[in-house]
């Protein structure tokens, strides 16, 4: 194509030497125009546009590919350090004051076609032992071609299908850590097949996954079904849905997943604070079983700068031994930006939201924005022989939104623990810096 192009300039001046100057230049200008233009229209389609929505994103007409990472560093205040967990491990666990790197993420991910879909996530947090997050290829976008009903696929390491405040990402979570009641009921990532599709432009949707109960690899390198294996499923619907003004929201959602063929089964939780040895403040312990049954339900509601945010989890286990205990829990949350701002909800989950401004933009007059967050939560992990203890935590935040890619987070927390003849209350201040593209 530079060829044509220089092969035209050279007839253009050719002809110029003959020609009016006036003419000369009109027919010139002409030309460079046309070629120009010519040459930009048949440029390969494998030609990467760069640029940056909230990352580092490379676009052509076959591939579409974001780069991106997320840094988490907390401090944490604790009011005794010398606090020791109940039947924690080394009789001695510990929560402690100090930093920590929650999470250091590096992603890559995006769209082969049109049709084909990975991501790859590993998490640096621990640099001398990294972790897999997120590991998976899918196919989506099918329903044009095969049917209105045919399902997006995903194969690989991700979180199963249920709960509203599992499958949001840490990066738009209200409070430095998901609730307690999450973190006991709802599966973390695990090795999963899974089927997933959004309708009416992302107002219904459903999720459903067929995944491993183990979490990691054998010795030889395999992942085996030793301890049986899982299927979620999750639907949600916002009835309440305006297109026109993205800060009213209904969202109701219902999720289940059951375990099968299972020798045991256990649910703890060691409370919101994350640094020190993390012991157990309330837990079941291994309970022998081949059956268990966790459902959920999902309530949220954005109203302007207002968030109400809800669910409910119930666990019924089959044992083998002795009666069959059922476990509860359930959390709500509210929030409200004190600068006017609404948080984003996208297909079942939400999503980032950007201050009205960013810090010292505005010829330094703008802070950015600010939203006031508390959260009240109850876990009950005591039915028949089983005492696994019952926890109420509750916590207030403040969430220092810089720019839609950075924000700085304080909670203030109090974890409540009954336990047998254990009763403990610990409170704690935690601040975040966090950072996504």
Not at 111 to 135: I, R, S
Not at 304 to 313: C, M, R, T, V
Not at 328 to 353: D, H, M, N, P
Not at 365 to 382: K, Q
Request: hydrophobic share 40%; proline share 3%; with cysteine.
């Amino acid at each position: 194509m530079r060829k044509h192009l220089i092969l035209a300039l050279g007839l253009v001046l050719a002809s110029a030497a003959v020609a009016t100057p006036a003419q000369a230049d009109d027919d010139l200008r002409s030309t460079i125009r046309d070629e120009i233009s010519k040459w930009s229209e048949a440029k390969d389609d494998n030609t990467f546009k760069v640029h940056w929505k909230n990352g580092l994103r490379l676009d052509s007409k076959n591939v579409k590919m974001k780069i991106g990472g997320r840094i988490q560093i907390d401090h944490y205040f604790v009011d005794d350090d010398d606090y020791v967990a109940r039947g924690g491990v080394g009789g001695d666990a510990a929560f402690e004051s100090g930093v920590h790197l929650r999470r250091m993420r590096l992603y890559n991910a995006g769209t082969l076609y049109g049709h084909v879909e990975w991501k790859l996530q590993m998490d640096f947090a621990d640099p001398n032992d990294p972790g897999l997050a997120d590991g998976y290829i899918g196919l989506v976008n099918m329903d044009d071609c095969l049917g209105c009903l045919m399902p997006n696929i995903r194969v690989g390491h991700f979180k199963p299908a249920i709960g509203l405040e599992q499958l949001t990402s840490s990066k738009y979570t209200t409070f430095i850590e998901r609730s307690s009641v999450t973190n006991t009921f709802a599966p973390g990532r695990r090795y999963a097949v899974m089927a997933h599709d959004v309708f009416r432009g992302g107002q219904l949707g459903y999720r459903a996954s067929y995944f491993s109960s183990d979490t990691s690899f054998d010795d030889d390198g395999e992942l085996e079904f030793d301890n049986g294996y899982g299927v979620a499923a999750r639907i949600w619907y916002t009835p309440w849905y305006d297109c026109e003004c993205s800060c009213r929201r209904l969202h109701i959602g219902v999720g289940a997943y059951t375990l099968e063929d299972i020798t045991s089964v256990s649910f703890q939780d060691d409370g919101l604070i994350r640094t020190g040895t993390d012991p157990n403040l309330i837990s079941t312990g291994a309970l022998a079983a081949d059956g268990a049954f966790v459902w959920n339900v999902e309530l949220a509601l954005v109203y302007g700068p207002w968030s109400i945010q809800a669910e409910y989890f119930s666990a019924d286990v089959d044992t083998t031994v002795g009666s069959d205990p059922t476990f509860t829990g359930w959390y709500v949350q509210a929030s409200y930006w004190l600068t006017g701002e609404c948080r984003s909800y996208k297909k079942g989950v939400f999503s980032r939201t950007s201050p009205c401004c960013n810090f010292l933009d505005n010829d330094c007059c703008c802070m950015g924005g600010f939203e006031l967050a508390a959260r009240y939560e109850t876990i009950d992990l005591v039915d028949g022989a089983v005492n696994g203890g019952e926890m109420t935590n509750w916590v207030i935040g403040l969430n220092w939104h810089l720019n839609p890619n950075a924000r700085i987070q304080l909670n203030y927390m109090n974890v409540g623990v009954e336990n047998g003849a254990f009763d403990e209350d610990i409170t704690a201040l935690a601040v975040r810096w966090q950072v996504d593209w």
